[in-house]
Structure formats: C-alpha cells, structure tokens
C-alpha cells in the first residue's frame, strides 16, 4: 500500500518523535510511506475563523502534493478531518480543484483510523511489548469525524489490549480549539484544568492523546503543575512496543 | 468598553465564583450522563433524531402554509389569535388583553420566549401583578435574578443559596433541607394561583392540524395554571409548530428523554381551545400570540436550521464551555451552544457577534441535539459573518492572514517554522518550556499552562537528513 504522510504543522514543529513513529509503525505492517516536502498547513486556523479564503488555495495545494497516493495518513484527525469534511465545500461543485479535494477526502485518515480501518491491523505484534502502567485515554473532539467516543474507547481496547481506561470525561473537550486557547484564554484554561483534574483523578501516569493541539494543551497544564504525567501518540506506543521509536525528546 | 470586553469580564467573573463553577458542573455532567443513557435505551435513537429533523425541516421549509393552518384551527376552536412581529408588539398585545379582561394578577409557567421579550418588566410597569410558578423562576424572581439554563433555571444556585433566598425574602426559617423549601414555596404560590385571573404560559408545541398547545413542565404549576385563571394567553415563536399530532408524538418521544432523561414528562398538557360548557374548569377566554421577533429573517436565510430547535438544553449540559463558565455570562436569555447562535441571529447581530469565537468547535452540542443541528457549522459561518466587525476580530484576522500567507509556499513556511523554533527556544528554559510566552503565546500562558518550545528538529529536517526509518 503506497502512503503519503501529512504530517501537519504541530507535528512537524513540535512533535517529529509522533511523526517518526506513524512511519515506523506504517512501514512494519507493510505500506511504502512517501512524504513530499511541498506540504505545508490545511488551513484549519484560517478556515476555523471564517477566513474562507485564506484557506482555499492551502486546501488546494494539499489536494496536488497528494494527488498520487493510494492514502493519505495524518497522525491528527483534526487537520485530515479539515480536508475531508471542509475542504470539498470551499470549491464549488463540478470544478476541477473540487474533484481532487472531493477524491483526497475518500482517501485521507487519521493514523489510528487507519489502522483500524483500512490496515485492519492486527496488535498481537506489539501487544507483548506494550509499555503501559496505568495508562489513561483522552478522546479528542476533532476525531468526531471520524470515530465516536465510544468506538474509540473500544478501538483503544483492542489496540493496546485493554490495558488504557478512558479518563473520567474522557470525551470532554481540553480547551485546546486553536485560536480558541488564545482569544478565550480564561475558558480555555479552565477547561484544561478540569482535564488535569480529571488526569490527577485517575492516578494515570501516561495519557493517550492523539492530537497534538490537545497534547501541547494538556502537557502546558500538566508542566505548570510540576505534575509528572506523559502524554503519548497511540503510534508511538506502539512504535515503542515494536522496538521501532526514536530516542524520547527527539 | 466593546462587546467583546464585556464579555470576558463576564467570564472572568463566572470562573473567579468557585461556587457557581460546582454547582453548575455537577448539574450538567449528571443530566447529560443520564440523557445518553436514556438515549441509549431507545431502539433506534439515530433514526428518532433523523425523524424530527425531517418532521422540523419540513415544517419549516413550509411554515407559511402551517401558519395559515394552525390559524384557522385556533379560530376554529374559540381561541383569539395576534400576531406580533416586534418583542414591543408582543409585550403590548399582553397587556392589552389583560386590560381588555380586567385582569390584574397574572400567574406564569416557565416560557423563555417571554424572557426575551422581557414581558414581566412591561406587566409591571403596566401595573399588573406577575407571578412565575415554575419553582426555579419563582426562586429567581424573588431573587431579581435571572435564568442561566433553558431548562434547568436556577442551575446557578446551590440549595445554599436558595435557602438564604428564602429566608431573607419570604422571611421563612432557614432550612437547607429541599422538601421543606418546597413545601414554603408550594404555600406562597397557592396563594397566588387562588387570585389570579390571567395566566401567561409558553408553548412547547403548537400543533397546525388540531389547533393544541402543548405544555410540558414537571411541577403541578401548569395545571393551575390552565386551570383556574380566566384567561388563558398562551405565547409562541412561529416556530414552535408541528403539523400532527403525530409528529407530536415523535417530539414528545425526543424532548423529556433530552431535557430531562424522563421517558414522558411529569406534566404533558395539551390544550385544545377554552373552556367548553361541559368542561369543570379551564380558562373562559383562550389568546394565543405569535411572536416573530426576528425568526422570519432566521427563516430565510442560511441558518434556518437553528429553528429546528426545540429548547431541550441538551447542548447545554453537554458544551464543556457552558459547564465551566453557566449560563449568565453569556449575556442574552439563551445561553449555551445554541444561545450563540440565536443570540446575534435575532438581534441581527446588535449583540452577540463576539459569542462564535467563544468555542473550541468540539462537537458535544452537536452529538446531543435531538434534532440535530449542526450547531459548530453554525459557528463557523457566523465566525465568518464576524470578521472585521470588532477591533479585536480583525486583529486576529490580520494575524491569520499574515500566517497562512506564509503556508502558501513551501519555503515560506520552513523559513517561519525556523524562526519561531529559533526565537521559542531562546525564550525557553532548560527544560524546553516556556513559563511566558510572546506574542500571542501571552494569552496561552496568562492561563495557567506553560508552552512548549519547538523540537529541536523538525520532522521535515528529519526527514530530510535520512533519519526517519
Ligand atoms: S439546539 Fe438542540 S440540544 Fe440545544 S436546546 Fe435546541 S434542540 Fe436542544
């Protein structure tokens, strides 16, 4: 299976580590993973403040760099869920840029709803491996596009062996949003702070979280409190199960 | 001081009041537990939802002809129908037919469209005596406060609280126990149903085929309400109509499950015109008031899907922004998810225009409402209709752009991600942390949280360099 990776801007800038890991993990179950350096932003932040136009030609660019792959995997579903649930409506019916949006977005996925999916994979590989004391689940918003709460919690389960519980409100928002974290910063605080709560609560040492908005949210609470907590990308658990990640504080 | 100042001063005082944040976190996070629940035990929830919406969209898409149906039902059954295109007109036909009636000492059931035309303000100053019987408005009124849920109105105060009411305005012994309160409450509000010779209701449903209006509450209040007065004003948006009384049945199904997780409400009234000669009771003269108000414009242009609504509070209970910060700092009569929306959209954006942002785009609203409005798509267009029309908008509007004109190349956005990776780290501690951010990073650590610098390398500069594998 021939893959291109969009890696977007978070994990590009602040989380190669997770970046590394989707590949390892995509390469190990067999797929050819391509990444072209013309990618640049999906234009979420633009398009999530009505800035229509701002976000059109990014939208555009996404739809040529990728144009070629079999799938497109993204380890956020935030910014795969910007191209395949927003981007057709930014380009009128029947034109050209909206066919190849339109054909991007039946091939665009989340890592982890990739895994499940499209790959079907099967974690008896990795399950052995798992290095997972007390480990909690936190299921972002944006993911909604594609899994619910509750299939997420169940793909969680069958991925890592059920050895993650989902945080109390585990399917609450961290306040993270975007823009949002910055013009609301007082709500957005807040929010996040209930989720440290809610992480104190649970006694969980490691969180597993898969959007890196929600990860730099959650780890700035966490870091601010002196609390000792790591939160994870599902692929880099199990790239670290399979003995395939980078060194931690790549 | 703008709007949007305004705003988050009410924020900041909504999250300074610890009291306020438990109470209304607690009321929430139980009742939208208990709706999934009673959700869940329906066959076929998805098709329940997929059903109302059909049954409101097409109501909607033909509300002339339901208006002109429903209309000549009322007529037909005795019941006196005005038409109010203004808050001012609605407020005036009421105290005309007080006054027309004699009436002087009016009872009311909980109607949140009564609160937004601000009615009890305009029967006071008209003279006339108004009592709100439901036991949270009535709590509220004593208090001169005001509700902060659509349902639940008093969900800001914990039994603290409205004991200390008590005690101080109807000058009762202090007791927190609630069936005591009750009990107060029941005997001051018997005593104002024995007088009253108006009663002012709201309208759930009104349904165009029969002519009914459908009453739903869970204290005895309504029935004495539609009982004993003389006249009966009952009060609607035009948007409240369903074509059947089947359709009724699938809205009823969907209401108390949502609102309340109750498979049927304590209270299920329908009223079908006045008193007739053979009835016990009943009012002797039935008024019904169509409000417009700024729905017919809701109406015809591209939010129309925001009058689906049929006032459940479920996006309430469920929007993780309402539980932080309750329903008064919001600002309007609706707070919550669906408050942002109608908020600007009746008031064609006189207020509310900075209500949009105020929103992380998660989705609960959305997976709770039971005739499923897509409130976020809602938010996103209004952020759109938003731009440029604060100081602070189009500040942040111009920072956007400047970033996403730097995403349009592939260089650009390698050469700015190396700047900020620069600059961050510099700013950063040993530990890649930042306790301050600059620039809009201010705002991220003024609450509460630090920001993380940069990796050291970028994916791309990783990748680049052969080391992904
Ligand atoms: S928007 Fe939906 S969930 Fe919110 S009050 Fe209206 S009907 Fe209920």
Redesign the interface.
């Known amino acids: 299976m021939r893959v291109g990776l969009f ?1 977007t ?1 978070l ?7 997770v ?2 890991a989707v ?2 993990v995509l ?1 190990h179950l067999g797929c050819e993973v391509r ?1 072209p ?5 999906c ?1 979420q ?8 136009d ?2 059109r ?2 939208v555009a ?1 996404l739809a040529g760099v990728f144009r070629d792959d079999e799938y497109v995997v993204s380890p956020s579903a935030s910014c795969a869920a910007m191209i395949g649930e927003h981007g057709p409506e930014l380009f009128s019916a029947g034109s050209e840029p909206r066919r190849l949006i339109d054909d991007l977005a039946s091939r665009m996925f989340d890592f982890t709803s990739f895994l499940c999916n499209v790959l079907k994979a099967d974690p008896a590989p990795w399950i052995d491996g798992l290095k997972l004391d007390n480990a909690a689940f936190h299921y972002s ?2 993911s ?1 596009p594609f899994v ?1 709460p509750e299939t997420a919690v169940e793909r969680i389960d069958r991925l890592l062996g059920g050895r993650v519980t989902p945080l109390e ?1 585990f ?3 961290c ?20 989720k440290v709560q809610c992480i104190e609560a649970s006694g969980a040492k490691t969180i597993i979280c898969d959007e890196a908005g929600c990860r ?2 959650i ?3 966490l ?2 409190k002196g609390m000792d907590v790591r939160v994870v990308h599902t692929a880099e658990v199990i790239a670290e199960a399979l003995g ?1 990640s ?1 060194p931690e504080g ?1 | 001081m703008t709007q949007s100042s305004a705003f ?1 001063q009410r ?2 005082e909504a ?1 300074a009041d610890d009291r306020l ?1 438990r109470a209304v ?1 607690s009321a929430t ?1 139980e009742r939208d537990d208990l709706r999934r629940a009673e959700w869940a035990r329906l066959t076929d929830v998805q098709g329940l939802r997929e059903l109302a919406r059909r049954i409101k969209d097409h109501t909607l898409d033909n509300l002339d002809r339901y208006l002109d149906q429903l209309i000549t039902s009322f007529e037909r059954l005795g019941i006196h129908v005005h038409f109010a295109s203004t808050a001012e007109e609605a407020r005036a036909a009421t105290i005309d037919i007080a006054r027309e009636h004699d009436c002087l000492h009016i009872v009311k059931s909980k109607s949140m469209l009564t609160e937004e035309i601000h009615l009890n303000e305009a029967l006071e100053q008209a003279g006339l005596e108004v009592i709100e019987t439901d036991l949270g408005e009535y709590l509220l009124q004593l208090d001169d406060d005001r509700p902060s849920h659509i349902t639940c109105p008093a969900v800001h105060k914990d039994v603290a609280a409205c004991a200390q009411t008590f005690t101080e305005k109807l000058g009762t012994p202090y007791t927190e126990d609630p069936p005591t309160l009750v009990k107060i409450a029941r005997k001051a509000l018997r005593d104002a149903f024995r007088e009253a010779d108006m009663a002012i209701t709201g309208a759930n449903f009104a349904v165009a085929e029969s002519g009914t209006i459908v009453l739903i509450m869970n204290e005895g209040n309504g029935r004495f309400c539609v009982h004993h007065p003389r006249v009966h004003v009952a009060m609607m948006g035009i948007e409240k109509i369903v074509p059947t009384l089947n359709d009724l049945s699938v809205m009823l199904k969907l209401l108390a499950r949502s609102a309340t997780a109750q498979r049927m409400n304590i209270d299920t009234h329908l009223i079908t015109g006045p008193k007739r000669d053979d009835d016990p009771d009943g009012p002797e003269h039935m008024h019904v008031i169509i409000v417009d108000a700024g729905r017919s414009a809701i109406l015809a242009g591209r939010y129309r899907e925001v009058l689906r609504c049929i006032r459940c509070g479920a996006c309430l209970n469920a929007c ?2 309402y ?3 309750g329903g008064h700092a919001y600002g309007g009569t609706y707070p919550g998810p669906i408050g942002k929306l109608i908020a600007g959209l009746l008031s064609n954006y006189d207020h509310g225009v900075e209500l949009p ?8 609203c959305l ?1 709770a409402c039971p005739v499923k409005i897509d409130i976020p798509r809602m938010l ?8 440029g029309r604060s100081w ?1 908008n189009r500040a ?2 111009r920072l ?2 400047r ?3 730097a ?4 260089l650009r ?1 390698e050469w700015g ?1 190396r700047l ?2 620069t600059l961050m780290r510099m700013k950063a501690g040993r530990d890649g ?1 930042l ?1 301050r951010g600059f620039g ?2 201010r ?10 610098a ?11 360099k052969g ?3």
Request: hydrophobic share 40%.
């Open positions: 890696i801007c994990t590009d800038t602040y989380y190669p580590r970046g590394a590949v390892a390469r990444f350096t013309e990618q640049t932003c234009g932040p633009a398009f999530n403040n009505g800035l229509l701002e976000a030609p990014l660019n918003c944006h909604r619910s409100r399917d609450q928002c306040g993270f949003g975007g823009m949002f974290a910055m013009e609301y910063p007082q709500i957005s605080g807040a929010m996040v702070e209930d730099m949210n780890e700035g609470a870091h601010r395939l980078l790549t | 988050k924020i900041a999250i944040h976190l996070v993780p922004v539980r932080t910060v942002a105020a929103s992380s785009l998660c989705g609960a997976d996103l267009n209004m952020r759109a209709d938003a731009i602070e942040k509007s956007l752009r970033a996403m004109w995403m349009r190349s592939p956005y991600q900020i990776r942390w306790r809009p990073g705002d991220w650590t003024a609450a509460q949280r630090d920001m993380k940069p990796a050291r390398r970028s994916f791309r500069d990783l990748w680049k080391e992904i594998r």
